[in-house]
């Protein structure tokens, strides 16, 4: 979400990278895993990759096919490989790169592993490190050629400026002036409401700023695919829905501030807190850069 965001504004040329994860099929299975699978399928970001170890509770072909079928359904694209087999680990991740959709690989092992392993040099073979080899070889180019984009970009400075983490030297004039309002002017403003003002306020002078919006039914907005594009809420700043994937919201917003460039907003109710406290825990712990509004405005009582 934050490549496809960040290339939004700064274009292909200086934002163009995948994400790729390696994981248990527990993890990908677990709450937080099929709340995020599920945003990402319903935002079809294609440039994530998820691999996951086919066996423990998954084990046998049963379990795998009913996950694939599940990661399907919320629009991913599936495929089963034997991790031991070097060709059909090419194959898979060739098959993701092209993939509109994000891609989930399971990963079973099989029999040839013992095969692969002969002619090793340190426990690691000698195909395997001529592989890496190459990789870095080719990783030092794109590097390369990236660094003399970056340099010929008229977005240099302002692209240094968010990914090194810094706000705009003028961000507080545009909030000052709307504190400065006459008190009868702010008045009777519910929670919800006034932080969405300040939002607004703030995005004119932090562009960074990007509102993440849970909301009880409705399919979720995809992030903007060019710097022109409307936004979903008609105001400057970048707007998520992720419909009532409060998790998946939480965990989001922690990985948007992991990821740089952008600045993560929320606003939900207080009454769904216990439904973000393991991402929020993990934010606090990391000291992410994350902005959450807790509202009592839709809870019960007094």
């Given at each position: 979400?934050?490549?496809r ?6 274009g292909?040329?200086?934002?163009d990278h ?7 099929a527990?993890?990908v299975t677990?709450g ?12 079809r ?5 998820v ?6 509770r ?6 795998a ?11 991913w694209a599936?495929?089963g ?11 898979a991740?060739?098959?993701a ?5 994000p891609t ?9 592993g013992?095969?692969?392993?002969e ?11 001529r592989?890496?080899a190459?990789a ?5 180019r ?9 340099q ?8 240094d ?12 004039a545009?909030?000052?002036g709307?504190?400065g309002l006459r008190?009868?002017?702010r ?8 932080s ?5 306020t703030l995005?004119a002078?932090?562009?960074e700023l990007?509102?993440l919006?849970a ?9 903007p695919?060019d710097?022109?594009?409307?936004r979903p809420?008609?105001r ?6 992720v ?12 990985g ?10 929320a606003d ?8 973000l406290?393991?991402?929020?825990r ?7 850069r ?13």
């Amino acid at each position: 979400m934050a490549e496809r965001l960040l290339a939004a504004r700064f274009g292909r040329s200086l934002v163009d990278h995948r994400t790729w994860v390696v994981a248990s099929a527990e993890e990908v299975t677990a709450g937080a895993g099929h709340e995020a699978a599920s945003l990402a399928g319903a935002l079809r970001l294609a440039k994530l990759t998820v691999l996951a170890d086919a066996a423990g509770r998954h084990d046998g072909s049963e379990g795998a096919e009913a996950l694939q079928k599940r990661f399907a359904a919320y629009g991913w694209a599936t495929k089963g490989i034997e991790a031991d087999d070097p060709q059909q680990v090419a194959a898979a991740l060739a098959y993701a790169v092209r993939s509109a959709r994000p891609t989930l690989i399971l990963c079973r092992t099989g029999g040839v592993g013992a095969e692969a392993a002969e002619g090793t040099d340190g426990g690691v073979g000698a195909g395997a490190l001529r592989a890496w080899a190459e990789a870095g070889r080719r990783g030092a180019r794109a590097r390369l050629a990236w660094r003399r984009r970056h340099q010929r970009s008229p977005l240099r400075d302002e692209f240094d400026r968010v990914m090194g983490g810094r706000l705009p030297e003028t961000w507080r004039a545009g909030l000052d002036g709307w504190r400065g309002l006459r008190p009868s002017e702010r008045a009777a403003t519910a929670t919800a409401q006034a932080s969405r003002q300040a939002l607004a306020t703030l995005s004119a002078a932090i562009p960074e700023l990007v509102e993440l919006c849970a909301e009880e039914g409705g399919a979720p907005h995809a992030p903007p695919t060019d710097a022109g594009a409307p936004r979903p809420s008609g105001r400057s700043v970048a707007t998520v829905r992720v419909g009532a994937r409060r998790l998946a919201l939480g965990s989001a917003m922690e990985g948007l501030a992991l990821h740089g460039g952008v600045i993560p907003v929320a606003d939900t109710a207080l009454a769904c807190a216990d439904g973000l406290r393991p991402a929020l825990r993990e934010a606090a712990l990391g000291r992410r850069r994350v902005i959450l509004v807790l509202s009592e405005d839709r809870t019960a009582g007094p």
